[in-house]
């Protein structure tokens, strides 16, 4: 059973960066796609980035392509998401992901078996 544990949430103004981390136990996630996803108060869970288990293959959500980056560090079974020029738009709880099996981003949550608790990131403007 694979566990995740999402970390470096926070408040930033905006024009800001945070780098989120993904870490995984349990079990390894660098024979799997990994899943970004964020919760706003009173919205539905949104994708905002995947990457495939070589980490050769990326997927974004229009709204944070350019600015955000998915990548891998399979060496620590980890998985990250820099956020660059961050809007207040971007405040929500983000989780990672991760399916049982499927190699190639995913970009419906329901591909995804495991999650993490989410972590908080609040832009202010």
């Known amino acids: 059973q694979v566990q995740l544990v999402e970390s470096g949430g926070g408040l930033v103004q905006a024009g800001g960066s945070l780098r989120l981390s993904c870490a995984a136990s349990g079990g390894t996630i660098s024979n799997r796609a990994v899943g970004w996803f964020r919760q706003a108060p009173g919205k539905e869970r949104e994708f905002v980035a995947a990457?495939?288990?070589?980490?050769?293959?990326?997927y974004y959500a229009d709204s944070v392509k350019g600015r955000f980056t998915i990548a891998r560090e399979n060496a620590k079974n980890a998985v990250h998401l820099q956020m660059n020029s961050l809007k207040p738009e971007d405040t929500a709880v983000y989780y990672c992901?991760?399916?049982?099996?499927?190699?190639?981003?995913?970009?419906?949550?329901?591909?995804?078996?495991?999650w993490g608790q989410g972590t908080q990131v609040t832009v202010s403007s």
């Open positions: 990457i495939s288990w070589s980490g050769g293959m990326t």
């Open positions: 992901a991760a399916p049982s099996r499927l190699r190639s981003p995913q970009r419906s949550a329901t591909e995804y078996e495991y």
